[in-house]
Each structure stands twice: as structure tokens, then as C-alpha cells.
């Protein structure tokens, strides 16, 4: 059986309003099957806001997010990393799998949680985990993505030592290569080498 192709995402004439204030308007870009597109700009241009807009959980001022026809497939962590604190580290991982779709075996959910050095926590509360320890386990749903879908990521990199940084960075090439797409944020420089990414600067849109 064929894998699906993931259809090309694309921004049109986007604008975002918040309060009496226009973030960002006119916006337009693409992302297609294969590239990692970095969304850049000043705090308070909205680069959140976006997040949250290509991930249809917001309407635009203006404009529209179009999907090419085709479904919605789609992973969005947002900064808040969306974890149960009163579910042990596995629970809340397969809560998360379970919410979408995904192989939710003990298996894969400890392989998961193994790529980003959390395994050996799987029986913790979540509750007891540190910042950066709640960061790898909210990433770790990234390694139950097995077809190609369209993962929004805002701020991933965040509370990730120099280990988590490059576990990222090779799922996210991984992903990417197997017709994954992705778009993120991020304060910090990336060192992804594998695709390069596209840069979508806010500022340039911004009122």
C-alpha cells in the first residue's frame, strides 16, 4: 500500500488581529511536502498566534489557510507541553497517542520515550519531572508519527540540552525525508542541517 502524499500547506493574505492591534497582515507562504519552514520575528509580531491559526484553532482577520484539498494532518505542541501531571510519564504519552491515532503500545511508547532519554521515568508522575524533562516527553508523540503529516511546533527546541537538541533535529529530518513537513518557532539559532529551512520573517508583515 502507497504512503499518502501530504498536501501542500499555504498561507494566503493572512492577517491576525489581537485586541485593538493587527500582528501581522498580507502574509503569505508555502509549506510543502519535505521542508521545515522557521517562522521568525520580534516578540509580539504574533509568530504564536500563526501557530495557532495554521493549526485551525483560530480564525484570521483576514485571509485564509489553505490545505490543497486535502485533509488535515497534523501534530501541534504548543510552548505548554499539554501533559497530564497527575498520569505517570507513559500514561500521559499514550493519552496523547491514543488522542490521535497512533500505535499506543508498550513498546512503542517506551522506544518513544528511550530516543529522548526519558525511559528509564516511564512509571514517574508527571508531576516530578523537571522543565526540560517535561519538554522530551511531549516530544517524544513526534517518534509515534510513522505517515507523513504536517507537525506545528512552537519554541520545540526550548529547555533541550545539546543531547534533546540533536534527538530533534534528526526526527525532524527523518520526517521530512520520509514527505513529513514541519513549521516552527524558535528564540535560539538552528543547527538543523538536513533540510535546510525556510525562513518566513513576521517582521516584514507586521503593521
Known sequence: MSTPTLPTLAAVDLACRRGDRILFK?????????????????NGRGKTSLLRLLAGLSTPEAGRVDWGGGARQLVYIAHANALKEDLTVR???RFLARLHGRDDSPAKLDAALALFGMASRRAAPVRTLSQGQHRRVALSRLALDEAPSLWILDEPFDSLDHEGIATLNGLLTRHTANGGSVVLTSHQALTLAEPQPVTVQLDDASS
Open 26 to 42: 498580507g502574509l503569505q507562504f508555502e509549506v510543502k511536502p519535505g521542508q521545515v519552514v522557521w517562522l521568525r520575528g520580534a
Open 91 to 93: 500514561e500521559s504519552l
